[in-house]
């Protein structure tokens, strides 16, 4: 190797990270964090200047992809036919929402450990546990519609299939962004994480639209206990990590779980995962952000039937609207992810207050939407609000890993915030229910009330978002050099 090219190549990567310490160094609080998220010269004398990406990472992320979409499915499957599974298999309207409650619950806690999991293990064998528990779920609940069961029993039956839904779905959702920073280069890594984000809104979407065309709620629950058992094996197309990095970022180890929090909230912690007073800032305003709007999606999305079903649609349009929600996002995904990588590459923050004041808009418009021959009002006003919102998922979580430089766990704690007002806003929905002598009976236009105060109290919030983008910035800089 020559000597005289290696000591430019260390003094280039030297010179980048002093740029970058000088930049962090003007932010409010002025701790010059990045000396120790960058490096020392010692560590970098032989950096992995060679950085190379593999074919097969695709297979991995389509891996990824469909088993979001069966966790999607299995979290959203009575939604659209919660009256109709009522009736028929004797449970009320009450436990059916708390089926969707327990994915929400359990999420919580199960997001916390992936990180760590994930650390000691790797994202494969990670994936393999999701699975396993994915396999359960599907054939647990269709146990509960078994026709000799009580109503208690089903009941148990279906808690415990969406216990280990609960349990199965973080896994294929908070390793996305990590699956992307070790296998994605700059050009691909926010199509890369759209692409599996979007797989559980796409299962969602199938989930809403597939039940009431399949035949009565015991037959559906047949068909997604198939359909799940199918998607299960493909786990093992998912890769851990590649030979050769794509990137530096990904060659480097993410640090740990707890001294990324600690530094979320301002306490001592570990040099690698000190973050800035604005840093803080950023990601404290896109979590919340990113909770409340995707909590809005899923929670409207479980509830769907029983927020029109009292103006007088059937349960079939309930699914296909709810579909349409979630397909126009994924077209706004598909649309926006490339550009994101290509054109606006720096523009993550800008977006973010470009879209939710009108976002926040259409969930205040919905209010007066939804009501009886509404129809041509609630599809526009859902269609932009999935075509938006889906647009911010990839978004959200990409500048979330910048501001953090830990990708785990910063999706993580988003997508456990989600998951935690998706359950805020189910719950709230039964007390808010209107009487039986309403007008109509037992609407939840209180409910739409609520998601509406939520989402117009994210318009001053978004306006503080920065997001700086400095891991990026190090990966160019650190390409350049090569």
Not at 338 to 346: A, I, M, Q, Y
Not at 437 to 442: E, L, S, T, V
């Amino acid at each position: 190797m020559d000597t005289s090219k290696s000591d430019q190549t260390t003094s280039d990567i030297v010179s980048v990270k002093d740029e970058l310490v000088m930049k962090s160094s003007n932010e409010e609080d002025s701790k010059p964090t990045l000396l120790a998220r960058i490096p020392s010269e010692e560590e970098e004398v032989a950096p992995p200047i060679e950085y190379k990406v593999y074919r097969r990472r695709w297979l991995g992320c389509a891996g990824m992809f469909l088993l979001n979409v069966a966790c999607g499915m299995n979290g959203m499957w009575f939604s659209a036919i919660a009256i109709d599974t009522s009736e028929q298999l004797h449970i009320t309207l009450n436990e059916i929402n708390w089926l969707s409650n327990t994915v929400n619950l359990t999420y919580l806690p199960i997001s916390m450990i992936i990180p760590s999991f994930t650390r000691h293990y790797g994202i494969r064998y990670s994936c393999f546990l999701g699975a396993a528990c994915l396999f359960l779920a599907g054939w647990l609940k269709y146990c509960g519609t078994i026709k000799t069961l009580d109503s208690k029993e089903t009941f148990v039956l279906m808690f415990f299939g969406q216990l280990f839904a609960g349990i199965a779905q973080p896994w294929f959702q908070v390793l996305g962004p990590k699956y992307s920073e070790q296998w994605y280069p700059l050009s691909s890594r926010t199509t890369a994480t759209m692409i599996m984000s979007i797989g559980n809104p796409i299962g969602c979407a199938l989930g809403q639209l597939l039940p009431p065309l399949v035949g009565t709620p015991r037959e559906s629950v047949l068909v997604l206990a198939i359909i799940t058992t199918v998607i299960c094996p493909i786990v093992v197309i998912v890769g851990n990590k590649p030979p050769t990095p794509p990137t530096f970022s990904g060659s480097k180890e993410s640090p740990r779980a707890i001294n990324t929090l600690r530094a979320v909230i301002g306490l001592k912690t570990t040099d690698d995962a000190a973050m800035t007073l604005r840093e803080r800032i950023d990601f404290g305003v896109i979590f919340m952000g990113f909770s409340i709007l995707t909590a809005a999606i899923t929670a409207f999305g479980s509830l769907i039937s029983q927020v029109l079903v009292p103006y007088g649609y059937t349960s079939d349009e309930s699914g296909i609207i709810g579909a349409v929600l979630l397909l126009s996002g994924l077209l706004g995904a598909l649309i926006t992810a490339p550009l994101f990588d290509r054109v606006f590459t720096h523009h993550l923050g800008l977006t973010l207050k470009g879209l939710v004041p009108p976002i926040s808009a259409c969930w205040i418009g919905m209010i007066w939407a939804v009501k009886s021959n509404g129809l041509a009002g609630i599809y526009v006003l859902l269609i932009f609000i999935g075509f938006a919102s889906f647009t911010l998922l990839p978004v959200s979580l990409e500048l979330a890993c910048e501001v953090t430089r830990n990708p785990a766990t910063s999706s993580a704690a988003l997508w456990a915030g989600a998951n935690l007002f998706s359950f805020i806003f189910i719950v709230s929905a039964e007390p808010l229910r209107a009487g039986p002598n309403a007008h109509p009976p037992d609407h939840l236009r209180s409910y739409i009330i609520l998601q509406a105060v939520f989402a117009a109290f994210l318009v001053p919030l978004v306006m503080f978002v920065k997001g700086v983008q400095i891991r990026r910035e190090m990966d160019v800089k650190l390409r350049s050099i090569k």
